[in-house]
């Protein structure tokens, strides 16, 4: 888990937590994110829903 977080954060210059949260949705199977992080890039395979977003 901890060498996918460090690929993400690099790849996508995430912030350490951020990289380890959408490491695991990644891992775990998950199709989408929840964050109310606009910065936050979408992964192949993983889409982030930003939750301002979908309250508008």
Request: charged letters at 15%; a neutral charge.
């Amino acid at each position: 888990m901890a060498e996918n977080a460090a690929k993400l954060r690099a790849d996508y210059n995430l912030r350490t937590p951020d990289a380890i949260q959408m490491a695991t949705a990644v891992y775990g199977g998950a199709s989408f994110f929840l964050t109310n992080d606009i910065r936050l890039p979408s992964l192949p395979g993983l889409t982030v829903l930003v939750l301002n977003q979908l309250m508008s």
